[in-house]
């Protein structure tokens, strides 16, 4: 799963199809992380992946926990100014009889520059972006 942040630029450049998720969170349909990564490498453009995991963790199954997960991840992402996330992995396990699940996730960036932008560039591209959503 990819979420990307609702910026209509960046998705009519590259020809994606997204569904609102979160606030300004979209997820990418028909796509994966390397499926993208080719369309936005022959747009001419590049998408940086973070090292860093993301975890969030719930008790039991289902959607909505799932949904819940997905919004703390987003939150702890947040300050980093990233565009793009991928979900990476999502594992359901149990411990003395209780389920739980774990998702991870990595930040990712889509930016037209090969060196990535720092931090302060990054939130003012997406201060624009929003501006420019009204």
């Given at each position: 799963?990819?979420?990307?942040?609702?910026?209509?630029?960046?998705?009519?450049?590259?020809?994606?199809?997204?569904?609102?998720?979160?606030?300004?969170?979209?997820?990418?349909?028909?796509?994966?992380?390397?499926?993208?990564?080719?369309?936005?490498?022959?747009?001419?453009?590049?998408?940086?992946?973070?090292?860093?995991?993301?975890?969030?963790?719930?008790?039991?199954?289902?959607?909505?926990?799932?949904?819940?997960?997905?919004?703390?991840?987003?939150?702890?992402?947040?300050?980093?100014s990233f565009n793009?996330?991928e979900v990476t992995g999502i594992v359901?396990?149990?411990?003395?009889?209780?389920?739980?699940?774990?998702?991870?996730?990595?930040?990712?960036?889509?930016?037209?520059?090969?060196?990535?932008?720092?931090?302060?560039?990054?939130?003012?591209?997406?201060?624009?972006?929003?501006?420019?959503?009204?």
């Amino acid at each position: 799963m990819i979420l990307i942040e609702d910026r209509p630029a960046i998705a009519q450049l590259l020809g994606l199809k997204s569904e609102p998720f979160s606030g300004k969170w979209c997820n990418v349909q028909g796509l994966d992380g390397c499926a993208l990564d080719r369309k936005i490498h022959a747009a001419g453009w590049n998408f940086f992946f973070m090292v860093g995991e993301i975890r969030a963790s719930f008790l039991g199954v289902g959607a909505a926990n799932l949904r819940r997960a997905l919004q703390r991840i987003l939150a702890k992402a947040g300050p980093q100014s990233f565009n793009c996330l991928e979900v990476t992995g999502i594992v359901a396990m149990r411990f003395l009889g209780i389920r739980y699940t774990t998702v991870s996730a990595h930040s990712r960036h889509i930016q037209s520059s090969c060196y990535l932008d720092g931090a302060e560039t990054r939130r003012a591209s997406q201060h624009d972006a929003e501006w420019g959503n009204g």
